[in-house]
């Protein structure tokens, strides 16, 4: 048996820190010189963001604006397409699963339970809105939950709809669903999963959960990546009930329920992209009507989360061997407009959030400078690199290239173990058996079942930390020795304190000119 795997999650092993007032750091590491002479190129930037202080202050963050309420609103969906019956199993530790998870919330949570097949219904409550968790709601709807019976396909697209149709109605800030499915979304054409994730994204949060032995991984990434969420799997139906009550309390620690990251691109420049990268890979969503676009991240406890962050930069008529600003990022908590309505923390209400930080370009002629990486690039890459390598040996295996699958998976092992990534060296080690994980050198296991791969895809998703600058721990907040800040005396634009002059207006500074 594979040894087991640390929380992957980067927060619940963390002691809460000791600060009174909930804080927000912001760091940014970053590959500084580019070749100038290589004309308009992508920069990239790992930002970190640590939340801390929210235990001391947690009754602050909880509570919606104008008094007291709950903080999350959770849909059950249960998954009760025929195969759940085959074996029975699946089904019993589904409906036990979703009974713990419903005496894991707190009195007063609203919540839903979604029977799930080509059509959604809610299995509770029978009709009207969602009800508030107390011990009488709970029993009823543990009697709804018994009371399911598998029969049916599956249309994932349609759970999803009816779930946050519910949480719509709801003004708790952190709307949440609970996904379980055991098979392949084969009713798709009722209601296109995609369309769904689009209408839906950044409005609820999703986690799923695969079980048995036919679930499709890659549908599970693609509904969590969109609904900030993590895509999950248990080798051992009897695994579900503890696993659902961890995922539970793990959320009801993230009182904090969102923050901003705004990125402005100095002028000539553009915003390629901002992902989250550990730890777990998201796509966020967007919003901008000016220079700044704002990413929404969602649901914060006392952790740490990396971002990676792509802006094109353009080396025509800029000067050599000095700091240019290249963008602008800084992070914030939204105190209105869009969902969730209410319970936004933000500075007024104790929140200390972090000043603005650059990220910078020095454009040079040296090769060697310009070649530079950071350890924090390279880390993200190599995970890229082994979920694609993770994802390519399924397909092979699938396909009867034996040869393929055994290579790639050689790949996956090299990449994990120079990671530290434990869970998928766990899921590894239940395919191959690993002779020298350093050359990659493995050899298939006998009888590897194909959703052996479903379990390492799912796996590849979740990342580890990676390299600090400067030397600090996992889990600390890296500071890179960068310029700060400070406003442009002519346009009032915020630029690198060492800048000469202005990038935006151009305006000359002073010599010695310090930081504000």
């Known amino acids: 048996m594979p040894p087991p795997y640390p929380d992957p999650d980067g927060s619940a092993a963390r002691p809460a820190a000791a600060a009174t007032t909930p804080t927000v750091e912001l760091a940014i590491s970053q590959r500084v010189y580019h070749a100038a002479r290589a004309g308009v190129q992508d920069l990239h930037a790992i930002l970190t963001v640590r939340v801390s202080g929210l235990a001391d202050a947690g009754a602050a963050v909880r509570a919606p604006a104008g008094g007291a309420g709950p903080s999350v609103a959770e849909v059950l969906v249960v998954d009760c397409s025929t195969s759940m019956e085959v074996p029975e199993r699946k089904i019993h530790a589904a409906r036990r699963a979703a009974v713990t998870a419903l005496r894991a919330l707190p009195e007063g949570t609203p919540f839903a339970v979604v029977r799930g097949t080509h059509r959604a219904v809610t299995a509770y409550p029978p009709e009207g809105p969602m009800r508030p968790a107390s011990a009488a709601t709970r029993e009823e709807a543990a009697r709804a939950v018994y009371a399911m019976r598998p029969g049916g396909g599956t249309c994932v697209g349609n759970w999803l709809d009816l779930a946050g149709m519910l949480l719509a109605e709801q003004s708790a800030p952190i709307p949440h669903v609970l996904m379980l499915t055991d098979g392949r979304n084969e009713y798709d054409r009722l209601n296109p999963v995609a369309?769904?994730?689009?209408?839906?994204?950044?409005?609820?949060?999703?986690?799923?959960?695969?079980?048995?032995?036919?679930?499709?991984?890659?549908?599970?990434?693609?509904?969590?990546?969109?609904?900030?969420?993590?895509?999950?799997?248990?080798?051992?139906?009897?695994?579900?009930?503890?696993?659902?009550?961890?995922?539970?309390?793990?959320?009801?620690?993230?009182?904090?329920?969102?923050?901003?990251?705004?990125?402005?691109?100095?002028?000539?420049?553009?915003?390629?992209?901002?992902?989250?990268?550990?730890?777990?890979?998201?796509?966020?969503?967007?919003?901008?009507?000016?220079?700044?676009?704002?990413?929404?991240?969602?649901?914060?406890?006392?952790?740490?989360?990396?971002?990676?962050?792509c802006v094109t930069v353009d080396p025509a008529g800029r000067a050599l061997d000095e700091d240019l600003q290249a963008a602008v990022v800084e992070v914030a908590a939204p105190d209105g407009g869009g969902r969730p309505p209410t319970g936004r923390p933000g500075p007024e209400r104790g929140l200390r959030l972090p000043p603005s930080r650059p990220c910078l370009v020095r454009w040079t002629d040296d090769p060697v400078l310009a070649a530079v990486g950071t350890e924090e690039d390279e880390h993200f890459e190599k995970h890229r690199r082994l979920g694609e390598s993770a994802a390519l040996a399924a397909e092979a295996f699938r396909g009867g290239r034996r040869e393929e699958a055994v290579r790639l998976l050689g790949l996956a092992v090299t990449l994990a173990h120079d990671l530290g990534a434990q869970r998928q060296l766990a899921e590894l080690q239940r395919i191959v058996e690993i002779r020298d994980p350093v050359a990659g050198d493995v050899s298939l296991r006998e009888g590897v079942a194909a959703d052996a791969f479903e379990h390492l895809i799912a796996a590849s998703t979740h990342t580890t930390h990676g390299p600090s600058s400067g030397g600090p721990t996992a889990g600390e907040v890296p500071v890179r020795p960068v310029a700060g800040l400070v406003d442009c005396a002519n346009c009032r634009a915020r630029i690198p304190s060492n800048a000469r002059f202005c990038p935006h207006c151009r305006h000359q500074r002073s010599p010695g000119a310090g930081a504000s």
């Open 195 to 309: 369309r769904v994730l689009d209408t839906w994204q950044g409005r609820f949060l999703c986690d799923a959960w695969g079980i048995g032995t036919d679930w499709d991984a890659r549908l599970l990434v693609d509904v969590t990546r969109r609904l900030h969420g993590s895509a999950n799997a248990v080798h051992d139906e009897d695994e579900l009930p503890a696993a659902y009550e961890e995922l539970i309390t793990r959320l009801l620690a993230r009182p904090l329920p969102e923050l901003e990251i705004r990125v402005t691109p100095s002028p000539g420049g553009r915003l390629r992209y901002l992902r989250q990268m550990f730890p777990h890979e998201l796509s966020l969503p967007q919003a901008g009507s000016g220079p700044a676009t704002a990413f929404t991240t969602r649901a914060w406890g006392n952790e740490v989360r990396r971002f990676q962050l």
